[in-house]
Every structure is written in structure tokens, then in C-alpha cells.
């Protein structure tokens, strides 16, 4: 597993605050890392995401997504993939932790924002095939 610095006590590559928050939760579910880059002149984003699995299961992917308009539509597109993965490897309940303060907002709050307002409506959709799901802020990280 990566280990990310943020200055603050790590505890299984999370930093300590992230992790007492969810030290019971992560006990039942399935914590997914998702992240994206967007290249503005080409037009084109990388998507990555990974799990960290309770049953120590680990799964990674990442993919190449042409014709995307902006670097908040890329992260959508992330996230998108992530639970259609999540789905694909039968995992129910999961914590999906992003550096995308705006996207988390939209989510939490069902507000379609019309910049990537179909890409939210696939993942509202995609939310209701789990039992329990959460999506949290986490800073940018170093990987080191």
C-alpha cells in the first residue's frame, strides 16, 4: 500500500484524523481512493482507483478517457468507474475517498451541476445498487 504523507500520524496509509473517523466503518466496508488528472489542451483525463479491501482483497485500475471537457468532469468520471468496479466485485458497502472538495458537495447534496450533470445522474443511479455508501473529502496527498 502507498504510504501518503500529510504531517500528521499515519495509520494504514491514511492520516490519523481520516482514519479514527472511520475505524469502525471500515470494519464493514470497502474503502475505494479515487483520483484523476485532465490535460486541458488535449482534451483527455486519466482515471485511477483503488481499493483497500477489509477482506484484504486489493484491486487497482486506471484508464485513459478521451474528449473531457474539464478537470471536475474527469474526477466525476473517476468516481463513475470506481462503482461500476465496486459492483463488478460484489461490494455493498463502501467509503469512496476523493480530493475533490466541489464533486463531494454535488454528490452529498443531489445538485446536479450542469457541467457534468449526466455523468452525477449515472452516479446517483449507480448509488442506489449498494447498501450503504459514503463519500468523503480527503486533501490532496503526496504519494512518497
Not at 39 to 48: I, N, S, Y
Not at 111 to 135: A, P, R, V, W
Request: glycine share 6%; aromatic share 10%.
Amino acid at each position: 500500500m502507498a504510504i501518503y504523507r500529510t504531517g500528521k500520524k499515519l495509520c494504514d496509509g491514511f492520516a490519523t484524523d481520516i482514519c479514527e473517523g472511520f475505524a469502525m466503518l471500515r470494519a464493514e466496508f470497502a474503502t475505494w481512493n479515487t483520483d484523476a488528472a485532465w490535460c486541458k489542451e488535449k482534451q483527455t483525463a486519466g482515471l485511477g482507483w483503488f481499493l483497500g479491501n477489509i477482506l484484504s482483497r486489493e484491486f487497482q485500475s486506471s484508464t485513459t478517457v478521451l474528449n473531457v471537457g474539464s478537470a471536475l468532469m474527469a474526477e466525476a468520471l473517476s468516481i463513475r468507474k470506481a462503482l461500476e468496479t465496486a459492483k463488478e466485485e460484489n461490494i455493498d458497502r463502501l467509503i469512496i475517498l476523493l480530493d475533490s472538495q466541489v464533486l463531494i458537495k454535488a454528490i452529498n447534496s443531489k445538485h446536479l451541476s450542469s457541467e457534468i450533470h449526466g455523468t452525477l445522474s449515472d452516479i446517483f443511479t449507480d448509488m442506489k445498487l449498494f447498501k450503504s455508501i459514503l463519500f468523503r473529502y480527503i486533501p490532496e496527498l503526496q504519494i512518497c
